[in-house]
């Protein structure tokens, strides 16, 4: 696979940074088929209080495409890559369910466990598990609650429509509610 990456808005790209890339990337290339993936492009930015990096890694029958912002570059490389992994296990699992159209099917690697993988990744980024009690309220007192405790949402009982519901700050600067079924 030839990997180019990219450095803009005033990025400079180190061999460092490109090295850690194409090594990362080689994690997705294990899943598919011999030439399935002949290129991928990454985009390296930075920003006044962040770094984004975009990957695109075209391929005959689907394209992968991941986008993260992270105060870390290397963060930021291997979140974009866990978004790539987990979107290439949606994809697998959709052609073994129930897309077996002819051409995707042969995309893909039947020897990689991507079970283990996923749960590699995901041992690698869990730190915390929290519990919580939910107190019914109304969505005025959740989004003063989330305010107070300084987060971007909040986890509360609706008291009107008993039902779990989360309201988050949009990056808009609104706030949104969703409500569970």
Not at 78 to 105: A, N, P, Y
Not at 116 to 141: F, G, H
């Given at each position: 696979?030839?990997?180019?990456?990219?450095?803009?808005?005033?990025?400079?790209?180190?061999?460092?940074?490109?090295?850690?890339?194409?090594?990362?990337?080689?994690?997705?290339?294990?899943?598919?088929?011999?030439?399935?993936?002949?290129?991928?492009?990454?985009?390296?930015?930075?920003?006044?209080?962040?770094?984004?990096?975009?990957?695109?890694?075209p391929?005959?029958?689907?394209?992968?495409?991941?986008?993260?912002?992270?105060?870390?570059?290397?963060a930021?490389?291997?979140?974009?890559?866990?978004?790539?992994?987990?979107?290439?296990?949606?994809?697998?699992?959709?052609?073994?369910?129930?897309?077996?159209?002819?051409?995707?099917?042969?995309?893909?690697?039947?020897?990689?466990?991507?079970?283990?993988?996923?749960?590699?990744?995901?041992?690698?980024?869990?730190?915390?598990?929290?519990?919580?009690?939910?107190?019914?309220?109304?969505?005025?007192?959740?989004?003063?609650?989330?305010?107070?405790?300084?987060?971007?949402f909040?986890?509360?009982?609706?008291?009107?429509?008993?039902?779990?519901?989360?309201?988050?700050?949009?990056?808009?600067?609104?706030?949104?509610?969703?409500?569970?079924?």
């Amino acid at each position: 696979m030839k990997v180019e990456v990219v450095g803009k808005n005033g990025f400079r790209l180190t061999e460092a940074i490109e090295g850690y890339v194409v090594n990362k990337l080689q994690k997705i290339e294990q899943f598919f088929a011999n030439g399935v993936i002949e290129n991928a492009r990454v985009v390296c930015k930075v920003y006044n209080d962040h770094h984004k990096v975009e990957i695109t890694i075209p391929t005959k029958n689907l394209i992968l495409r991941s986008e993260v912002c992270d105060d870390d570059m290397y963060a930021a490389i291997d979140k974009s890559i866990d978004k790539l992994i987990s979107q290439v296990r949606r994809h697998k699992d959709k052609v073994k369910g129930k897309l077996e159209k002819e051409g995707i099917k042969q995309v893909f690697k039947n020897d990689v466990d991507l079970d283990l993988l996923e749960k590699e990744v995901m041992a690698s980024q869990l730190v915390k598990n929290k519990k919580i009690d939910l107190r019914p309220m109304t969505v005025e007192e959740a989004i003063d609650q989330m305010e107070l405790l300084g987060h971007s949402f909040f986890i509360f009982l609706n008291s009107s429509t008993h039902k779990v519901c989360v309201t988050y700050l949009r990056d808009d600067g609104n706030y949104a509610v969703i409500e569970t079924n």
